[in-house]
Antibody, heavy 118, light 107 residues
Framework: QVQLVESGGDVVQPGRSLRLSCEASGFSFRHYAMYWVRQAPGKGLEWLALISDDGTKKFFADSVKGRFTISRDNSRNTVYLQMNSLKVEDTAVFYC???????????WGQGTLVTVSS | DIQMTQSPATLSAYVGDRVTITCRASQTISSWLGWYQQKPGKAPKLLIYKASSLESGVPSRFSGSGSGTEFTLSISSLQPDDFATYYCQQYDSYPWTFGQGTKVEIK
């Protein structure tokens, strides 16, 4: 079965960087785009980023464009979210998600918490 | 960016009620819409994709309809397990966007 396991969440100070990882299993990772979504405490869902199956195409939400980057290592079945210049408002649970057929966000990980605080 | 507006923000209903949640897009998104259910402390769960296709394993009491800019999620007979927050999400164009959510509460 499909499993997505995020890791890397931590407490960091504003302006610092953090890299999140999402290890996938149970499907042919190299053939699918992957996504990151976040949820600030008590708030709704916010789509953040997409990376194509081969890593050549990337799209970002306006709120993180220029600060966050997305990458993948198909040999490790892992997608990454590099977060730079973190702000207090980036505090959230970060989820990775994977598609199935015509549904782009069919599978979700359990999430990893990032707290940005001085 | 495409704005997604859900209504109502909160919905109070009894077990057995039929409930309907509406999602409106600020511009046409064809049928590129998903619906998700989220319970506290858990990851979202896909219910409906492409506006009206039921995800495998999701009970048939859930249904989606609409196209263009107006969409609905219906639950034919609300069950205790259905009390949760529901989100719509467009994937017609980047950046993808979610509605603000509809919390379904027990009356």
């Amino acid at each position: 079965q499909v499993q997505l396991v995020e890791s890397g969440g931590d407490v960091v100070q504003p302006g610092r960087s953090l890299r999140l990882s999402c290890e996938a299993s149970g499907f042919s990772f190299r053939h699918y785009a992957m996504y990151w979504v976040r949820q600030a405490p008590g708030k709704g869902l916010e789509w953040l980023a997409l990376i194509s199956d081969d890593g050549t195409k990337k799209f970002f939400a306006d709120s993180v464009k220029g600060r966050f980057t997305i990458s993948r290592d198909n040999s490790r079945n892992t997608v990454y979210l590099q977060m730079n210049s973190l702000k207090v408002e980036d505090t959230a649970v970060f989820y990775c998600a994977a598609p199935e057929g015509a549904a782009p966000l069919a599978y979700w990980g359990q999430g990893t918490l990032v707290t940005v605080s001085s | 960016d495409i704005q997604m507006t859900q209504s109502p923000a909160t919905l109070s209903a009894y077990v057995g009620d039929r409930v309907t949640i509406t999602c409106r897009a600020s511009q046409t998104i064809s049928s590129w819409l998903g619906w998700y259910q989220q319970k506290p402390g858990k990851a979202p769960k896909l219910l409906i994709y492409k506006a009206s296709s039921l995800e495998s394993g999701v009970p048939s009491r859930f249904s989606g309809s609409g196209s263009g800019t107006e969409f609905t999620l219906s639950i034919s007979s609300l069950q205790p397990d259905d009390f949760a927050t529901y989100y719509c999400q467009q994937y017609d164009s980047y950046p993808w966007t979610f509605g603000q959510g509809t919390k379904v509460e027990i009356k």
